[in-house]
Each structure stands twice: as structure tokens, then as C-alpha cells.
């Protein structure tokens, strides 16, 4: 059986951020931009999958077993959130898992993409040992790029990948990103299938209108990125 390429995992890090709360009052919101990065992978031909620690409740321990028994050639953790500080926020889990993955799964390439690594790559890879490659900036043409090589060599010609050699950190320039004109073929849309659909809710205020029920829940996007010029 060919080894799965990559391993989409979305951190348990709600714990942390809400305490208690997280057990039954915190939304869980599908995880919409690794659906969307592994779908990228899919139609590039690659084998992807999602391991959506949070919907499923998984601790880091049980979370880097099932790392493990899938041996993805890489595990990518998208840190995004419900807001766009989130991604911080979500920091503290995903290396907490990334640090348990790396030591059960010692072969297999860790990857971080997420707003809070898009701006702090270098740091990122300074602060965190068991990071092995950063995305620069949205990670779509970055990751499926990076998984045409053998996650060791030439890593200089992948645009947007921040990676180490020799024990020195290289930010390689910027990937370009994906033209609206483009959006249809590399962004056809999240991989639902690839997901616990039966595992999401939404926030305890956003049912109240409606008897309080929470479930099914499903959060759907009708742009990419923000239609502002501020930046």
C-alpha cells in the first residue's frame, strides 16, 4: 500500500483556551482551510487525509497514535481558529501535539500553517525543535510543491517554505498566491468527507433562537480572504 502523503491534523487546543467550557458550551467549527488544503492535494493527485483533534476530543497522546497508524510522509497542523487571533491562540496546542507526534512518529516531516506562522515564521522555527517546515503565507501552492520532493532535497525551490539545513533556519521567498481566476481549479472546495460531520456544534448563544439546538452544525464561507484595501 502507498504511504499517505499527508496527514491534514487540526489540534485539540480548546482545553487550554476554554477550560471547562470546551466540554459542552464552546462551538466546534469545522476546520475549513485544512478541507480546503487537503482537497489542493487531492485533485494534485496526492493521498490526504484530516485528523480533526478537536472534534473528536483527543488528547495529544491519543491523537499521535493515530498519527502513527496513519505514517503520513507528513503531518501539516493547520493553526486557524473561528477569528483571525486564533490562530495564536491555537499555538500552544498545536506544538503541545506536534511535540508528541515528532516522538512517537520521529520519521515522519512536521509542517505548521496558520496565520500566526505566516507572521512569525522564523520564530516559530527557532522557539519549536520538532517543527520541521513552515508555510510563509497560505500554504497551498507551498505544501503541494513540498510534496513533490522527497522532504529532504532541493527544499531551496519550494517558494514559501521555511526549513532547516544544517541546523540553520531558511525562509525561502514568498509563494504566490492563488489568483481569483484560479480559485475554482486549486480551491475546488473542503474535502467534507474527509471530516467528523457528525461531531460539529455551534455556540450555545447561536441556538438559543432556536431551542437551544446545537446540532447538525456547519460554518460556510462565501469569500476567501478580506474584500477591504487597508493592507
Not at 82 to 89: G, I
Not at 92 to 109: M, Q, R
Not at 165 to 188: H, M, T, Y
Not at 218 to 228: D, E, F, I, K, N
Request: proline content about 7%; glycine content about 6%; overall charge neutral.
Amino acid at each position: 500500500m502507498k504511504q499517505l502523503d499527508i496527514l491534514f491534523i487540526h489540534p485539540n487546543a480548546s482545553k487550554r483556551i476554554y477550560q471547562d467550557l470546551s466540554a459542552n458550551y464552546s462551538a466546534i467549527e469545522p476546520p475549513i482551510w485544512a478541507g480546503m488544503l487537503c482537497s489542493h492535494c487531492l485533485i494534485k493527485g496526492f493521498g490526504a487525509e484530516i485528523l480533526d483533534a478537536e472534534a473528536l476530543h483527543l488528547t495529544d497522546d491519543e491523537a499521535a497514535k493515530i498519527v502513527k497508524q496513519h505514517n503520513p510522509r507528513a503531518a501539516c497542523f493547520v493553526v486557524y481558529g473561528q477569528q483571525p487571533s486564533a490562530s495564536s491562540q491555537n499555538m500552544e496546542g498545536a506544538v503541545s501535539l506536534a511535540e508528541n507526534v515528532k516522538a512517537l512518529c520521529p520519521d515522519t516531516k512536521i509542517c505548521f500553517v496558520g496565520g500566526h506562522i505566516a507572521a512569525l515564521s522564523r520564530e516559530v522555527m527557532q522557539r519549536h525543535s520538532c517543527i520541521d517546515f513552515v508555510c510563509q503565507n497560505e500554504g497551498v501552492y507551498t505544501i503541494s510543491n513540498l510534496l513533490k520532493t522527497n522532504l529532504k532535497d532541493k527544499l531551496g525551490n519550494v517558494p514559501g517554505l521555511g526549513y532547516r539545513d544544517n541546523g540553520q533556519i531558511i525562509l525561502n521567498p514568498p509563494s504566490p498566491i492563488v489568483e481569483k481566476a484560479d480559485l475554482p481549479r486549486e480551491l475546488p472546495g473542503v474535502a467534507w468527507d474527509k471530516l467528523p460531520m457528525d461531531k460539529y456544534r455551534t455556540a450555545l448563544w447561536h441556538a438559543l433562537p432556536n431551542n437551544c439546538e446545537r446540532e447538525p452544525f456547519v460554518a460556510l464561507y462565501t469569500s476567501l480572504g478580506c474584500p477591504m484595501k487597508c493592507s
